[in-house]
């Protein structure tokens, strides 16, 4: 079945520090995939999506690039500030097994941005 | 755009009670909807999947008669938790989708503690 698998945390960072979080997946066919992110105490909000190979999708100075050679969607900001402290989640959804495209996440990875 | 509203954000009541959180789209049609549950940091655990107007698809291990779920409008979906424990204390999310390869937007969750 679909799997996702992203790197655990917890990370932490100083403010204006480079943040890559790796994540991989293994889907058949051609899944999409999401960056969510969850902030203390609420729900997820969709950060970024890119729905082919050799997508970018961008957001808040988040980027993540698609490639499917490597099966990977790595997220990825230059400048990290304390408000992006969160827990975000890596995700793909496909149609494989008539899954009705339902979301498959990755365990989630805490941020902490220290000023 | 795409905002999913839920509610309560918190409820607090007695062993044996039935809750009801509800899950609404409001500002587009969700002809689906889907229910989680998120232990303390851990990922989202699917509960189930609905349709407008069919009766939910429930994840294996996923007790039907403890939640009931219904979803009868294009913009509304409900979660009954009924006769509820303490072992059911935990934060449920709703999402809401359009169509099938569009993402998923979700709730800001419901803590539920069950005393």
């Known amino acids: 079945g679909d799997s996702v698998t992203q790197m655990e945390g917890p990370v932490t960072l100083s403010e204006e520090a480079f943040l890559t979080i790796n994540c991989t997946y293994t889907?058949?066919?051609?899944?999409?995939l999401f960056w969510y992110v969850q902030y203390p105490g609420e729900g997820l909000q969709l950060l970024l999506k890119?729905?082919?190979?050799?997508d970018k999708g961008s957001n808040k100075g988040f980027e993540a690039t698609y490639r499917k050679e490597t099966t990977s969607f790595h997220l990825e900001k230059g400048s990290v500030q304390v408000s992006d402290s969160a827990v975000y989640f890596c995700?793909?959804?496909?149609?494989?097994?008539?899954?009705?495209?339902?979301?498959?996440f990755g365990k989630g990875t805490l941020l902490t941005v220290n000023p | 755009g795409a905002v999913v509203s839920q509610h309560p954000s918190r409820v607090i009541c007695k062993s044996g009670t039935s809750v009801k959180i509800e899950c609404r789209s409001l500002d587009f049609q969700a002809t689906t909807m889907f229910w989680y549950r998120q232990f303390p940091k851990k990922s989202l655990m699917l509960m189930a999947t609905?349709?407008?107007?069919?009766?939910?698809?429930?994840e294996q291990g996923v007790e039907k008669d403890k939640f009931l779920i219904n979803h009868a409008s294009l913009t509304l979906s409900t979660l009954t938790v009924t006769s509820a424990h303490p072992e059911d204390s935990s934060f449920y999310i709703c999402s809401a989708r359009g169509q099938s390869n569009q993402p998923q937007h979700f709730g800001d969750g419901t803590r539920l503690s069950i005393l």
């Open positions: 995700a793909l959804s496909s149609n494989s097994g008539g899954s009705n495209y339902k979301l498959t």
């Open positions: 890119a729905t082919k190979a050799d």
């Open positions: 609905s349709n407008e107007g069919s009766k939910a698809t429930y």
């Open positions: 889907a058949t066919g051609y899944p999409s």
